[in-house]
């Protein structure tokens, strides 16, 4: 595809259980981040990856929350022990990484835990 | 850390007068100043960007300009139509580095 895509772009759970959230970066792009963006805020910065490198967590809120790249392509956020404070849009972006820093983001996914 | 200030948080124009937004940054160590517009529902959208070895840059309706100098940088929507009603946010970074964004501002333009 021509952007990056993001699945599912809705998820409703019950407090307590595990949500795993799918990006798919543009082809070619080396690095990839995750944001979260609450109702009505800013983008909250959550992890990076570029290339093979070790990846950027600083971002990430608890340890209930991780992150894989497989293959240096698609990514997959994982929340454990769902919280209702985790509800929240979540974005992911690509960038050519070392070639290039502008970064393109997917649709989202609206985390919604009940 | 790179820490981004953005005002106004909300700004009500009418259908072809000018639209600023500004934002200030902290690290004086970042090069990269991109803007974004974010419709709801949907994520955002790169709308135009400047590298720090530029003062000014402009797109159509849309320009930006870089005060190094005093970390600042603004966003410029000239003529503006109901469609640039959402969402814009500001951000800066050092190359190939993660965003430090703004918090965003709303802008309404009214017919």
């Known amino acids: 595809g021509a952007g990056v895509s993001q699945s599912p772009s809705n998820k409703v759970t019950e407090k307590g259980k595990d949500v795993e959230l799918r990006c798919d970066p543009i082809s070619g792009h080396t690095a990839l981040y995750w944001y979260r963006q609450s109702l009505g805020q800013g983008l909250e910065f959550l992890i990076y990856?570029?290339?093979?490198?070790?990846?950027?967590k600083s971002g990430l809120p608890s340890d209930r929350f991780s992150a894989e790249r497989t293959g240096g392509s698609v990514s997959t956020l994982t929340i454990q022990r769902t919280q209702q404070e985790d509800s929240a849009v979540y974005l992911c972006?690509?960038?050519?990484?070392?070639?290039?820093?502008?970064?393109?983001f997917g649709p989202g996914t609206r985390l919604t835990v009940l | 850390g790179e820490n981004v200030e953005q005002h106004p948080s909300t700004l009500s124009v009418q259908e072809g007068d000018s639209a600023v937004i500004k934002c200030t940054y902290s690290?004086?160590?970042?090069?990269?100043f991109p803007w974004y517009k974010q419709e709801l529902g949907k994520g955002p959208q790169l709308i135009i960007d400047i590298r720090s070895n530029v003062g000014e840059k402009k797109d159509q309706r849309i320009a930006v300009t870089l005060n190094k100098t005093a970390k600042h940088f603004s966003l410029h929507i000239t003529e503006t139509q109901p469609e640039d009603s959402a969402v814009y946010f500001c951000a800066a970074s050092r190359r190939w580095g993660k965003f430090q964004f703004g918090a965003g501002t709303q802008v309404v333009v009214t017919p």
């Open positions: 990856f570029q290339g093979n490198s070790a990846p950027d």
């Open positions: 690290d004086s160590a970042s090069n990269y």
């Open positions: 972006a690509s960038s050519l990484g070392l070639r290039g820093d502008t970064q393109y």
